[in-house]
């Protein structure tokens, strides 16, 4: 498909709308607004995949090496079948196409760094006065591609700081964090697309996830290498088929061939909650403990339903005593452990627990504390991260908004901007050029800046005239996650 057809229909004539003699349009694509409690940050991530997959790769193939009355022809079909008669028109398309190049300038942030609410991640423009129009008319396809990734990098960020504090707290392994948050959300996002952009964004703070092509993406796209570095893993893990094609009565002994025959060794991760998880826990795990305590590796018990912090720290309202108890506790007395040196219990290598239904930031964070409070180290459970996290959000979740904020009319420059008298500020653009300062609390916006102001900020030119001028790898931008610490949630 031409990616010139890769925007809403209402783009296709603003060419003609601007004012006579435009030269220049110049943007920026900003957070305007937070809409999680404690988040005035965002994680800046997705661009170099952005550049590097549409404006790059589409563009070669689908467009400039394609002949010019081909795409041409095509490009017009679709335009006078979708408006009907207009003067929308060809040559402009045309002359891009014997450019062979997309005369535009990006210039970002560094990928990985938390961006303040209000402050712009990236600006565009065009090098060359007839395709002004090509700036806004990317607005639609960098919008669709950049949200997704931002959103689940800074909300798997704040998974990792809730994480490494009750890490640091209760637990002598906090190196354990880096697996301790897994990605589940492949079958719940919204196409492979999204699930592979969000996975990638997950996958900056942690290194744990189930979502395959992820690894592919970071390879393609950010220069990691999954034979020198560890860009994201698993175990062996069981579904609910596996278990019931063992039949209720013979689960007991599905979980010992488990254990013994098919991985004598190893992690392996079994779903318990198939019927009745507490049986499991009192029955089966006792009868079990030599063959789990005598296994090189863990044994993972993974509930699967309920409500996720009664079920692994214990309910006091449960009905039973092992409701009352919990998964860590009655793993603990079944196969105990050590009491590490900050005074909370850790359950013995061999057994574990992952929780991977329903996971949210309030709910790993109520899990981590209670543990705390029963003495139990925060390491003794993983948390699968799904689709309820990473697909419940929109572009709206953080106000992602691309919006021109400078242009130029016969060689004059002009700062434009909005701000709708109905709205309650969160529309209200930047005015002018812009350039971004680095300060000791962060990123911060000057706008109405010169040229030559623009020229000296933190933003720095990725991409100009069909080249991709800065190629950063995944570890780079591990490190600015890891390193750019703001964003509080806890």
């Given at each position: 498909?031409?990616?010139?057809?890769?925007?809403?229909?209402?783009?296709?004539?603003?060419?003609?709308?601007?004012?006579?003699?435009?030269?220049?349009?110049?943007?920026?694509?900003?957070?305007?607004?937070?809409?999680?409690?404690?988040?005035?940050?965002?994680?800046?991530?997705?661009?170099?995949?952005?550049?590097?997959?549409?404006?790059?790769?589409?563009?070669?193939?689908?467009?400039?090496?394609?002949?010019?009355?081909?795409?041409?022809?095509?490009?017009?079909?679709?335009?006078?079948?979708?408006?009907?008669?207009?003067?929308?028109?060809?040559?402009?398309?045309?002359?891009?196409?014997?450019?062979?190049?997309?005369?535009?300038?990006?210039?970002?942030?560094?990928?990985?760094?938390?961006?303040?609410?209000?402050?712009?991640?990236?600006?565009?423009?065009?090098?060359?006065?007839?395709?002004?129009?090509?700036?806004?008319?990317?607005?639609?396809?960098?919008?669709?591609?950049?949200?997704?990734?931002?959103?689940?990098?800074?909300?798997?960020?704040?998974?990792?700081?809730?994480?490494?504090?009750?890490?640091?707290?209760?637990?002598?392994?906090?190196?354990?964090?880096?697996?301790?948050?897994?990605?589940?959300?492949?079958?719940?996002?919204?196409?492979?697309?999204?699930?592979?952009?969000?996975?990638?964004?997950?996958?900056?703070?942690?290194?744990?996830?189930?979502?395959?092509?992820?690894?592919?993406?970071?390879?393609?796209?950010?220069?990691?290498?999954?034979?020198?570095?560890?860009?994201?893993?698993?175990?062996?893990?069981?579904?609910?088929?596996?278990?019931?094609?063992?039949?209720?009565?013979?689960?007991?002994?599905?979980?010992?061939?488990?254990?013994?025959?098919?991985?004598?060794?190893?992690?392996?991760?079994?779903?318990?909650?198939?019927?009745?998880?507490?049986?499991?826990?009192?029955?089966?795990?006792?009868?079990?403990?030599?063959?789990?305590?005598?296994?090189?590796?863990?044994?993972?018990?993974?509930?699967?339903?309920?409500?996720?912090?009664?079920?692994?720290?214990?309910?006091?309202?449960?009905?039973?005593?092992?409701?009352?108890?919990?998964v860590i506790q009655l793993l603990w007395e079944i196969f105990g452990g050590k009491t590490n040196a900050k005074g909370y219990k850790e359950l013995d290598s061999h057994i574990g627990a992952i929780y991977g239904d329903s996971i949210t930031l309030e709910r790993a964070k109520a899990i981590c504390e209670?543990?705390?409070?029963?003495?139990?180290?925060?390491?003794?459970?993983?948390?699968?991260?799904?689709?309820?996290?990473?697909?419940?959000?929109?572009?709206?979740?953080?106000g992602f908004a691309m919006k021109a904020t400078y242009g130029e009319v016969n060689g004059v420059g002009r700062e434009i901007y909005k701000d709708p008298i109905t709205d309650d500020g969160t529309k209200k653009s930047a005015k002018g050029l812009i350039k971004?300062?680095?300060?000791?609390?962060?990123?911060?916006?000057?706008?109405?800046?010169?040229?030559?102001?623009?020229?000296?900020?933190?933003?720095?030119?990725?991409?100009?005239?069909?080249?991709?001028?800065?190629?950063?790898?995944?570890?780079?931008?591990?490190?600015?996650?890891?390193?750019?610490?703001?964003?509080?949630?806890?």
């Amino acid at each position: 498909m031409n990616p010139l057809l890769f925007t809403d229909g209402y783009k296709v004539d603003h060419r003609r709308q601007y004012p006579e003699q435009t030269t220049l349009v110049y943007s920026n694509w900003t957070p305007r607004k937070s809409r999680i409690e404690g988040i005035e940050e965002v994680v800046f991530f997705g661009l170099q995949y952005f550049i590097k997959k549409y404006m790059i790769e589409a563009f070669t193939k689908d467009f400039f090496s394609q002949p010019k009355d081909i795409v041409c022809q095509k490009y017009q079909r679709r335009i006078n079948n979708y408006l009907g008669e207009n003067k929308v028109g060809i040559k402009h398309i045309e002359d891009l196409h014997d450019l062979g190049y997309l005369p535009m300038v990006v210039k970002a942030l560094p990928e990985g760094v938390s961006v303040p609410i209000r402050v712009p991640m990236l600006t565009m423009y065009n090098t060359k006065p007839e395709f002004f129009w090509l700036t806004n008319y990317f607005e639609t396809l960098l919008s669709t591609t950049l949200w997704l990734p931002c959103n689940s990098a800074t909300i798997a960020k704040q998974y990792r700081r809730i994480l490494d504090k009750y890490a640091e707290e209760t637990s002598t392994i906090p190196e354990f964090v880096d697996w301790q948050g897994h990605d589940f959300s492949m079958r719940g996002m919204g196409g492979l697309e999204a699930a592979i952009i969000s996975s990638a964004g997950h996958l900056l703070s942690f290194t744990g996830t189930d979502t395959i092509p992820s690894i592919d993406f970071f390879e393609e796209y950010y220069n990691a290498n999954s034979d020198t570095e560890l860009i994201g893993g698993s175990v062996a893990a069981t579904e609910h088929s596996v278990m019931c094609m063992g039949t209720n009565e013979g689960e007991e002994e599905t979980f010992k061939r488990l254990i013994t025959e098919i991985y004598p060794n190893g992690i392996v991760s079994i779903v318990s909650d198939t019927w009745d998880l507490w049986k499991v826990l009192t029955e089966y795990l006792p009868n079990l403990k030599n063959e789990v305590l005598s296994r090189e590796g863990k044994v993972v018990i993974r509930p699967d339903s309920g409500d996720p912090a009664d079920i692994i720290c214990g309910n006091p309202n449960g009905k039973t005593e092992a409701e009352k108890k919990g998964v860590i506790q009655l793993l603990w007395e079944i196969f105990g452990g050590k009491t590490n040196a900050k005074g909370y219990k850790e359950l013995d290598s061999h057994i574990g627990a992952i929780y991977g239904d329903s996971i949210t930031l309030e709910r790993a964070k109520a899990i981590c504390e209670r543990l705390k409070q029963n003495g139990f180290a925060s390491t003794n459970v993983v948390l699968g991260i799904g689709s309820f996290t990473y697909q419940y959000n929109t572009r709206d979740t953080f106000g992602f908004a691309m919006k021109a904020t400078y242009g130029e009319v016969n060689g004059v420059g002009r700062e434009i901007y909005k701000d709708p008298i109905t709205d309650d500020g969160t529309k209200k653009s930047a005015k002018g050029l812009i350039k971004i300062e680095k300060t000791e609390g962060g990123y911060i916006m000057k706008d109405q800046v010169s040229w030559e102001e623009e020229q000296q900020g933190e933003l720095k030119e990725v991409f100009k005239d069909g080249e991709l001028l800065i190629n950063d790898t995944l570890q780079e931008i591990r490190n600015r996650v890891k390193n750019n610490q703001p964003i509080l949630f806890l």
